[in-house]
């Protein structure tokens, strides 16, 4: 709730378009969107912003061109990024599926290093690793 009070206060947002999977949810979006952003909101996400910090991609785009076996980075980041971070596994297995049979075949644990250097500090091989255990 905090993340969409933050969105909703932002001058430069025209719209937000939320996860809603049930009533529950719709009724915590409905809440969040009654009450102004506050030092209470503000803590909570610096606290998730430093729990995630190393693992969440920004998608700033620069992975981009850099895997030597031609992934796409940024997209497998994302599809991780619904099943850890949204609970929403089917849909990043679904996304994932979707990549051509041969980047599906890859697996990171087979190049010698990393070709892509992520500019936030992100373990690119650890989590495309992690996220070829969890698809494929």
């Not at 803590?43 to 190393?54: G, S, V």
């Not at 010698?112 to 992520?118: D, K, S």
Request: a neutral charge.
């Amino acid at each position: 709730m905090a993340a969409l009070r933050w969105v909703l206060r932002n001058p430069n947002v025209d719209c937000a378009i939320p996860s809603m999977t049930d009533h529950d949810q719709l009724e915590q979006n409905l809440q969040a969107m009654a009450a102004p952003f506050g030092p209470a909101d503000q803590k909570l996400l610096a606290l998730r912003l430093e729990r995630i910090q190393h693992s969440y991609c920004r998608m700033c785009g620069s992975c981009e061109g850099q895997c030597s076996q031609g992934l796409p980075v940024a997209d497998i980041l994302r599809y991780l990024m619904y099943a850890e971070s949204y609970g929403q596994f089917p849909l990043g297995r679904e996304h994932y599926q979707q990549l051509p049979d041969w980047a599906q075949a890859v697996r990171c644990s087979q190049c010698r290093a990393c070709t892509v250097q992520c500019p936030q500090g992100i373990p690119v091989a650890a989590r495309l690793s992690r996220a070829q255990e969890l698809f494929a």
